[in-house]
Nanobody, 115 residues
Framework: QVQLVESGGGLVQLGGSLRLSCAVS????????MGWYRQAPGGQRELVAT???????NLVDSVKARFAISRDNAKNTVYLQMNNLKPEDTAVYYC?????????WGKGTLVTVSS
């Protein structure tokens, strides 16, 4: 059974930093692309960043200068480093594992940025 467990969310002040982690089990992690998505209160889930199995990354424009996605295949974990956080970054952040025939989501971790 494939499981994704996010951690690292919390309350942070404007301009602060957080690092989210997503631990993956039940699958050969290094074979899959991973992504981070977020859903703000009242909003739709949106893509934040992706990392392919060989390490190539993509981040949406709104976070490109502030966030970084990385993965540690030895630890079956993907990370999202978030710097210079803004109130508009407040959301539940979800980890996603994507293959050709599967797409698995974690339960999410809440990030709240206070001004």
């Amino acid at each position: 059974q494939v499981q994704l467990v996010e951690s690292g969310g919390g309350l942070v002040q404007l301009g602060g930093s957080l690092r989210l982690s997503c631990a993956v089990s039940g699958v050969m992690f290094n074979l899959y692309s991973m992504g981070w998505y977020r859903q703000a209160p009242g909003g739709q889930r949106e893509l934040v960043a992706t990392i392919e199995r060989e390490g190539r990354t993509n981040l949406v424009d709104s976070v490109k200068a502030r966030f970084a996605i990385s993965r540690d295949n030895a630890k079956n974990t993907v990370y999202l480093q978030m710097n210079n956080l803004k109130p508009e970054d407040t959301a539940v952040y979800y980890c996603n594992l994507k293959g050709t025939i599967i797409s698995v989501w974690g339960k999410g971790t809440l990030v709240t940025v206070s001004s």
